[in-house]
């Protein structure tokens, strides 16, 4: 990988020994951007691979809410016909007697797809990878990531992944369909259902590719944020955003490998006839010569990435609260060192909790104890880092933009999808619990809707660090508001549902006379989905409208924010900053000091202490 | 939208130890990678059912062969660092060599175990070490391609002793150990493990 840079600074060499000026080939960044195809499609500039990874997250939230209404549909109005959806979705409508059908199986795909785009290409790939491109070199004074190129390569990568999922929902026999965590025996044997064979082929190269992309990209977030800050910026003066893309793209590098591992694993299962997870299946009559597997292990493997995944996909979201709700409170974030610490302690802390998935599966209850102690303690950080962000409200001068009401809704459903997190941590209480839509609730609130609110925060704040524009705020605000009030109408009875009992992943209840009763509860859960739906299409209208007729930013720094982002040029080039990049001089929070807001690029005053580095 | 990447000496000094540092991460990651399978070989273990045999006897000797290209690439950095063209060339070259040799080695222990009938599918024990060394030979077929670039340098170019050259050469050195060590920490895990 390395050698690819390495060659292409080759020239560099010769200028560099022929004489002591280094000036005479420093112009090579510049043959980058000369064309249509090297500005906007094979880009190095970390701005452009934002924006790439940003829209292309879109239209994979559009795919994955789209297959979500449809699933929705069926447990909503499991009587209705579904004939004019045939057009889309062909054979997998079944008609007898002029009534359409979703065909079982296509329920199971759609569930399956709907967790895989979301968890990886939408709430990873689009969440962390547009915003740490976009904010890292800008706020700590970087002309670029430390490898443009590794970078464009993690880009395109991700997008590889992405078409070949794609290409996976066109197969005959449909996507992969036996949940989003592909465990065994589903996943391993090609003859176990429809979607075991191509398609869960396509799934596992598609995830392959995807690690692939999460690693380059993490490598060059870790290596930037700890090799390339400007000067003065030491790791005490960094806003939380950063905190929050460094210590996310850690786990990202201590995880993700170990996911690729179980898909190796799975793959020499699949194709090659050994037994790592399989053991003693009959299948279709017949007995397969597999002995000694386990599936268990897959299930261990898969969760030593799959928790620290769920901390990947919220983590980026508390370091843009914090940094949003600052900005918008005019105060200095509320214990800034303690909501670093908080996070890093959140990450040490997923990488030992991974059982807690799996209490049902047969692990030693005396051993499901230790999770269940190790999971109780992550409310103690996540208990701070709320505490924090109420603080800092508490007082502040607040400005009610749509961004500063997406954080605060982020922390309402941190604290409500943060308590039932709770309940499910418990071994015992999981009995009742686990596998039902109490799980559903709990991890769509706070990882599914809260990294959402994230995201949101943050498109509408550097909407105009993005596209030299605002995004339109009475639009912005009704997104909000349906949004807040529609995902709870969402997600709030999933809770009922829940404890009493209703299992996840079902086709549908009218067998079950114990769940009959909860066919009008359902048909509300189906209507507000829909609702929500539109509502994130108004959010894409006003996006993509405000890029080409928005507001225009006529000022700099627009929310008079004290970070380095708001230094550099709008619409700045690849390099950010035309001139000597700013130094800085004191911590990112300085809000509301002595009566103002100070940036950091301002020299500290006679006997002024620096906030973020105190020697004290 | 004027702009340059201009880079001062400094600039590109601090982009050199940003490819250590990537270097760094990226090793970090493969052994995350194996630390998962071995993990997964310790668990698979206890579960039971588990065919012990020797490991094949070439994997000993294959040992030898990949420390001793770790030690002519060592070499051949220090004498590229004295000026020694010569040297460094063909110490080069040989680790190119004993790399390769490593390979087709570790090839001939896997024809040793099927020789004795443990087949990839005879049992988890089997597969595990199939699957483990042949994922390690694929990181060694990675180095074996920075050699081919750190040899087409060493060739084609001008021989000069810069900067930029040595922080090529050390990162080729950095990943060569790490393939080499992570080798031997293998070797230790399936005979003591």
Same mark, same amino acid.
């Given at each position: !990988? ?130 740490? =491109? ?22 395109? +990568? ?7 999922? +794609? ?8 996507? +992969? ?42 490598? =060059? ?122 996070? %890093? ?12 998935? !799996?209490? !049902? ?26 505490? =924090? ?8 001068? $607040? ?13 309402? %459903?941190? $604290? ?26 709990? +991890? ?27 995004? /339109? ?44 009763h909860f066919g009008d509860m359902n048909k509300f859960i189906t209507i507000a989905a829909i609702i ?9 209208? /006003? ?18 924010? =004290? ?12 390099? /950010? ?19 103002? /807001? ?19 | !939208? ?41 668990? @698979? ?110 060739? @084609? ?20 150990h790490f393939v080499d060590l992570l080798w031997l920490y293998l070797l230790v895990f399936f005979v003591?493990?």
């Amino acid at each position: !990988m390395a050698s690819i840079d390495i060659i292409k600074q080759d020239e560099l060499e010769h200028g560099h020994d022929d004489h002591h000026g280094h000036d005479d080939h420093d112009h090579h960044g510049d043959k980058y951007q000369s064309g249509f195809i090297t500005h906007y499609i094979f880009s190095t500039d970390h701005k452009m691979i934002s924006k790439q990874f940003l829209i292309t997250g879109m239209f994979w939230a559009v795919i994955g809410a789209l297959m979500s209404l449809v699933f929705r549909l069926q447990l909503g109005f499991p009587e209705e016909n579904m004939l004019w959806l045939k057009p889309i979705l062909g054979k997998w409508i079944t008609v007898s007697d002029g009534i359409g059908t979703l065909a079982p199986d296509f329920y199971y795909a759609l569930v399956t797809m709907h967790g895989t785009i979301l968890v990886f290409f939408v709430l990873t790939a689009g969440l962390s990878g547009t915003f740490s =491109n976009l904010l890292i070199p800008l706020q700590i004074g970087a002309r670029d990531m430390a490898s443009g190129f590794l970078n464009m390569l993690s880009y395109w +990568f991700f997008f590889l992944a992405g078409t070949i999922m +794609f290409a996976s929902l066109f197969l005959s026999t449909g996507p +992969f369909a036996g949940g989003w965590t592909a465990y065994p025996p589903l996943s391993a044997l090609p003859q176990a259902m429809s979607g075991s064979g191509a398609g869960m082929t396509l799934w596992a190269v598609s995830l392959i590719f995807f690690v692939v992309s999460v690693l380059l990209g993490g490598m =060059n977030y870790i290596t930037t944020v700890l090799n390339l800050r400007t000067k003065g910026m030491t790791m005490w003066r960094l806003p939380l955003t950063i905190w929050a893309f460094l210590v996310t793209a850690i786990l990202g590098l201590l995880s993700f490998p170990v996911l690729v591992s179980a898909i190796f694993l799975l793959i020499f299962d699949r194709s090659l006839g050994t037994s790592f997870f399989l053991s003693e299946i009959f299948i279709q009559g017949e007995a397969l010569s597999n002995v000694g597997g386990s599936p268990i292990l897959y299930q261990h493997l898969f969760w030593f990435l799959g928790h620290p995944e769920v901390y990947i996909i919220i983590v980026p979201a508390f370091g843009i609260v914090s940094e949003v709700m600052s900005v918008h409170a005019r105060k200095p974030i509320f214990g800034y060192k303690a909501m670093v610490l908080s996070i %890093l302690a959140i990450a040490i802390l997923a990488f030992i909790v991974w059982a807690h998935h !799996m209490f !049902m599966s047969g692990v030693n209850p005396f051993i499901a104890n230790i999770f269940v102690l190790f999971t109780l303690i992550i409310a103690v950080p996540s208990a701070v880092k709320v505490f =924090n962000w109420i603080a800092t409200l508490w007082g502040g001068n $607040i400005r009610f933009n749509t961004a500063m009401l997406f954080s605060i809704g982020f922390v309402s %459903l941190f $604290i409500s999808g943060g308590l039932t997190g709770i309940f499910l941590g418990n071994s015992a209480i999981d009995i009742q619990l686990h596998d039902t839509y109490f799980v559903v609730a709990h +991890f769509h609130i706070v990882m599914g809707i809260a990294a959402f609110f994230g995201m949101y925060a943050g498109v509408y704040h550097w909407f105009p660090r993005l596209y030299g524009r605002f995004m /339109n705020e009475t639009l912005g605000k009704i997104h909000f508001w349906g949004t807040m009030i529609g995902a709870y109408a969402i997600f709030w009875p999933m809770h009922y549902l829940g404890m009493a009992g209703v299992p996840r992943r079902y086709y549908k209840f009218g067998n079950f006379d114990a769940f009959a009763h909860f066919g009008d509860m359902n048909k509300f859960i189906t209507i507000a989905a829909i609702i929500v739906f539109f509502l994130q299409v108004l959010m894409l209208i /006003n996006f993509f409208y405000s890029i080409f007729r928005g507001k225009k930013q006529t000022t700099l720094n627009p929310y008079d924010a =004290n970070t380095l982002e708001w230094t550099v040029p709008i619409n700045a080039g690849h390099g /950010n900053w035309s001139g000597e990049i700013p130094h800085v001089h004191r911590w990112a929070y300085d809000y509301s000091k002595g009566g103002r /807001n100070i940036p950091q690029t301002e020299p500290l005053g006679d006997g002024e202490q620096d906030m973020g580095n105190d020697h004290h | !939208m004027a702009y340059t990447l201009d880079r001062t000496y400094e600039e590109r000094i601090r982009r050199f130890s940003s490819q250590r540092y990537g270097l760094y991460l990226a090793i970090v990651s493969m052994l995350m990678l194996f630390a998962a399978l071995t993990s997964a070989y310790i668990v @698979r273990r206890s579960a039971g059912n588990w065919l012990e045999f020797e490991l094949p006897s070439i994997f000993y000797i294959n040992t030898v062969v990949i420390v001793l290209s770790s030690i002519t690439l060592h070499t051949s950095w220090h004498l590229f660092k004295k000026g020694n063209k010569a040297g460094y060339r063909l110490l080069m070259v040989l680790t190119f060599i004993l790399g390769i040799t490593f390979l087709v080695m570790q090839y001939m222990g896997w024809q040793e175990m099927t020789a004795q009938g443990l087949y990839l599918q005879v049992n988890p024990s089997a597969s595990f070490i199939y699957v483990i060394s042949g994922i390690h030979a694929a990181h060694l077929i990675g180095g074996l391609g920075t050699l081919i670039v750190a040899m087409a340098h060493a060739f @084609r170019l001008r021989f000069k002793v810069t900067e930029i050259r040595k922080h090529r050469f050390e990162l080729v050195i950095i990943y060569w150990h790490f393939v080499d060590l992570l080798w031997l920490y293998l070797l230790v895990f399936f005979v003591f493990i």
